[in-house]
């Protein structure tokens, strides 16, 4: 194992970051709110443009819609080493999801030229495009972009408008054909490894008291669109016993998805986010429902095992009511491990800074997911306050944000070292 280097980041510039960034919102919507396409995610990716080129970096914004902020190594023709994250927010979300990623890799380029710490490779920061899952049930559009898993069906997906992700892009300046081609472009430049900073989202680090979460696997993410065909009928006068009410044949898919949630016995979670019921008249007992729902876990054979399960339930369930069930599955991400050497540096990061830390699986999908196809990957993790996150309440402590940094600086340096050859 290469020396360990370790960085001392400036807690008020990285604090000044994110409380401008924070300031550059959805006005109109709840907590701190910056949704792929939308007019403050626009404005906000002009913000960290700036704060990167401010940072010393040479930065472009690729046809997939990342922008790409480069720190020229001295061999230019070494695979690169790759970092970065996103500043796009949930609808409601909070300051630090992703961006503490991208800032605190601004934070490590900042630190880099002011201690004259030239790197043998280019380091590529990276703000990838809409992370978050959108209208279109589909994360991480930019790094999918670049590892070339994104489709023409996927841009034939529409929104419940019937507006095409095709169409978003074009909306957003983005040519739809040129956001195929960004991973043949990308594909032209050997990667030496990725290595991500994000915040925990959950509560594991805190349990435990751990500085630092070293990420062993990103969970997989299935997800369940199901729609109920009962019938419409006069709700006062149609008799109990006599309904094809497709309300109620949902309200048991929807324990059936808790349930199925509740029994993984390793790491599995089941949410249902959303019900649409029509005609959604008071006095009209519902002939049309279309439910939303995802099953996520690092242990792909329970999921494989609980997706049937949960078909066979809903199906029953719902002929049980008289209501016909239309199950539709998609895949947003399969589970993928980290790499062990990445995994290793970043253990000896922390154990050099003096932060303890925790391999710590990731029920939450990430941009590493997709960049893990193109160079081996890997992530740090810093503590979630009571583990919340997508919600106003997500915080994480400078000091906690701080260390991460330190640990995220001593990743990159030592990475920078390891051969190319290294497995
Ligand atoms: C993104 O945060 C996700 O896990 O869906
Ligand atoms: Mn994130
Ligand atoms: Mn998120």
Redesign the pocket.
Known sequence: MTDIKTLDPVAERVQQDLDSLAEIRDPGAAGWTRTVFSEPYRASRDWVRRRMTEAGLTVHADGAGNLVGVLPGRNPSAPALVTGSHTDT?EGGGRF??IVGVLGSLEVVRQLREHDLGLNRDLLVVDFLG???NDYGL?CLGSRSLAGELTTEDLDRRDLRGVSLAERYLGFGLDPSEVLASAARFARRDLHRYVELHVE?GPVLEERGAAIGVVTAIAA?RRLVATFTGRPDHAGTRPMGDRHDALVAAAEAVLAVRQEGCGAPVHGVATTSRIDSDPGSPNVVPGLVRMYAEM?SVDTGWLTDAQRRLATEIERKAAGHGVDVDLTWSL?NERVGTSQSVHEVVGHAADAIGATWEPVPS????DAVHIARLCPMGMIFVPSRDGR??CPEEWTDIADVVTGIQVHAATLIALDRLPDDAA
Do not use: F, K, L
Request: charge should be negative; charged fraction near 30%; aromatic fraction near 0%.
């Open positions: 949930v999801d992703g992370e978050e899952s994360s989202q993410i996520r947003d029920g939450a999908t990430h996150s997508h």
